[in-house]
């Protein structure tokens, strides 16, 4: 069910933009910018209540466009609760927490948790979860992905953390399914440029 529901959400899309820690009116305009610029999936973290209704608020924009919004930095079922009364989409981790997972599948959420080793990785997989936020990918570099598909082919990668327009391009060729990139986003040339890569040529 999961696969199904990312290969539905991520498509053919290969860029995800965050939108971290911004005033609501502000979320919603990069929302729009990205989604003009055909960056279709953008996530909105919430790891505190504050953030919630810009997350509601970009849920809201989407609607009105077909475009669906995710809730990123869960980090208990409590925002999972929060994140569903908020329409998110799906629900995005830092690090691998089953009770999240199954608190998120409870309400009809997908959920993408962050790993950062094969054991968790296969942890994850056993617990039927295919699509996996690699967190911090920076740190992991290109070459931990294609180590990664030798074992486990199966799972689809979400590359996360210290990304941005000068280095998604080499996770991408080292078989990233999607690279989500957020702090580079305070310099809002960075869209124009991820935009180029967000839809395979």
Do not use: C, Y
């Amino acid at each position: 069910m999961t696969t199904a529901d990312f290969d539905h959400i991520f498509g053919g899309a290969r860029v995800m933009a965050i939108l971290r820690g911004l005033p609501v009116a502000e979320t919603v305009r990069l929302a729009e910018r990205a989604w003009d610029l055909g960056i279709d999936v953008v996530e909105v973290p919430v790891a505190t209540p504050d953030a919630v209704p810009a997350l509601r608020a970009a849920v809201d924009a989407g609607r009105e466009r077909g475009r669906i919004v995710g809730a990123g930095t869960v980090l208990d079922v409590d925002q999972v609760a929060a994140a569903a009364d908020a329409g998110a989409a799906f629900t995005v981790a830092p690090g691998l927490d089953l009770a999240i997972a199954d608190a998120a599948a409870a309400r009809g959420l997908p959920h993408l948790p962050g790993v950062a080793t094969p054991t968790e990785a296969q942890q994850a997989l056993r617990h039927g979860l295919t699509w996996l936020k690699a967190f911090p990918a920076i740190s992991l570099g290109p070459a931990w992905f294609k180590a990664m598909a030798g074992p486990l082919p199966q799972l689809r990668f979400v590359a996360t953390g210290g990304l941005d327009a000068g280095n998604a391009a080499d996770f991408l060729k080292a078989g990233v399914r999607v690279t989500a990139v957020g702090s580079a986003l305070t310099d809002e040339s960075q869209l124009d440029k991820l935009a180029k890569l967000a839809r395979p040529h």
